[in-house]
């Protein structure tokens, strides 16, 4: 009778253990959440320091996924070495995103241990780390993996290995093909892929319609970005087409923005029409 009353309260001990360990646990994953998402939102709001304290709070909680903010937060104050550290963390949850923003940290410093980033991004779903790798390719000049890389990443998504593509196929001389990369990342949304279907146009063949084309592309930069090269070469369309009022116009608006070709070229069209206008008797 003795050893089951023991028994039975060696179960109760053990049962209200558990109960305890177990609220104990829920507490500690609420504490770990709910300084994470107030991390999110200082974060959002561009408050460093609060983020930097609610992100602390959360990993010390138990949130490996905070070390990633922790680590970022460290770059944009360029604190590398702590950067490196919080990040690494991250990846051991494994974090793809943490391996993608060691690989961008590594690219100034080692190009190789920046690669093995990229390619565990990568593995764990990462839509942007092909692409990544196919810039480190282009840049090495090793043209055949950089458009396989590209590829891969256009495959999960990725507008910006599009684009890349394309400036590829443009490095190669085969602006059609570039054509149609930009005209796919234009449909899917990419903005910046407007004013590079504008240069494909462009280098394709110098003939009105596809000058046509690329004062189109040109003209949605400005209506939506303000983009300062697209003033330019819209002005260089006018010109073509001599309508020199208009040339004047966007030539005077980039060069206000700060492009100094633009700037150049509007003082030599000055200095004709002021010649013009004064002939040498």
Known sequence: MYKQIMLLLKLMILCLFNTATSAMNSEVKECASTNYYLGLSCLEANQLNEAWHYFLNALEAGCPYSARYLGLISFKNEWINLAKQFLQKACNAPDPDAFYYLGIIYEKEDIKIAKDCFIQATIHGHKEAENRLGLIAFSENDYVNAEEFFKFGIEK?????????????????????????????????????????????????????????????????????????????????????????????????????GHKKAKKILEKLCNAETMNANPMS
Do not use: V, W
Not at 159 to 170: F, T, V
Not at 183 to 207: F, P, T, V
Not at 215 to 228: D, P, Q, V
């Open 157 to 257: 998504g990725s507008l910006y290995a599009e684009c890349n593509l394309g400036s590829l196929y443009m490095h190669l001389n085969s602006p059609e093909k570039a054509k149609d990369c930009y005209q796919n990342a234009a449909e899917k949304g990419s903005i910046s892929a407007q004013y590079l279907l504008g240069l494909a146009y462009l280098k394709i063949q110098d003939m009105p319609k596809n000058r046509l084309e690329a004062a189109k592309c040109f003209s949605f930069m400005i209506l939506t970005e303000n983009h300062i090269p697209s003033f330019f070469y819209l002005a260089r369309f006018y010109q073509k087409a001599n309508m020199m009022g208009h040339a004047f116009h966007y030539y005077l608006m980039a060069a206000e923005l």
